[in-house]
């Protein structure tokens, strides 16, 4: 069967009121990170976990998670705070809401502490993990994500700027109030929407 294909509203959005304000195009996105040298990871020693406050915490190998849940097709804009946006990037993945259905959640405007394997944190409201476009992508325009944008396993929010779009993923942290991640801590927004512009607190 055909895999599901998701138009982010990101692109919807665009086409019809042009980038967020204060966003440039650019082909391909710019690689961050905030660590010197990214690891190699050992895939047999990754575990994906969601814990906290839900009714079924998750914990998971890499191959559990990915036949555990429906792969879908995903295209959506990319927008760095920093402001340059790609567009139309082409990802594969799982919904972070069928990952939501299954932990159910014991709050319903709670908060999302994403945690990476390098350190990395970054934080965001929990009902953008129910949108239909946020997905834990493991393959980028068709192939295996490279090392640099995040592999094994990518969160991909499309519509909050790209810091919230956390690369080396294992675990979702689900809290009833706000902590701040790497770059909240540093001043930047706890949502992060780019059409209000949310870029600092
Ligand atoms: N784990 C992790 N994820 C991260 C970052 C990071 O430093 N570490 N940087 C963020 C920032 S600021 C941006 S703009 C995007 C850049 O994505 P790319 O490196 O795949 O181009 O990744 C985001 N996700
Ligand atoms: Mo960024």
């Known amino acids: 069967m055909a ?67 429906e792969p879908v097709e995903l295209v959506a804009d990319f927008h760095c705070v920093t402001r340059w946006s790609v567009p139309e990037l082409v990802w594969e993945g799982i919904q972070t809401r069928k990952v939501m259905e299954r932990v159910k959640p014991k709050v319903k405007e709670g908060w999302v502490l994403v945690h990476c394997l390098e350190g990395y944190t970054t934080s965001l409201p929990l009902r953008y993990l129910f949108e239909e476009d946020s997905l834990l992508a493991y393959k980028m325009m068709g192939r295996p994500l490279p090392k640099r944008h995040g592999f094994p396993l990518r969160l991909v929010v499309p519509q909050l700027y790209a810091w919230k779009s956390a690369k080396y993923v294992w675990g979702l942290e689900i809290l009833d109030h706000y902590e701040d991640g790497f770059w909240e801590r540093r001043g930047y927004h706890p949502v992060g929407d780019p059409w209000k512009e949310e870029r600092f607190k």
Do not use: H, M, N
């Open 3 to 69: 895999k599901k294909r998701i138009i982010s509203p990101t692109v919807v959005r665009r086409l019809e009121e042009g980038p967020p304000p204060g966003q440039k195009f650019i082909p391909a996105p710019i690689v961050y990170d905030v660590v010197e040298e990214v690891p190699d990871w050992d895939l047999s020693a990754y575990r994906f976990k969601v814990w906290g406050l839900v009714e079924r915490p998750l914990e998971l190998t890499y191959e559990e998670l990915l036949s555990s849940f």
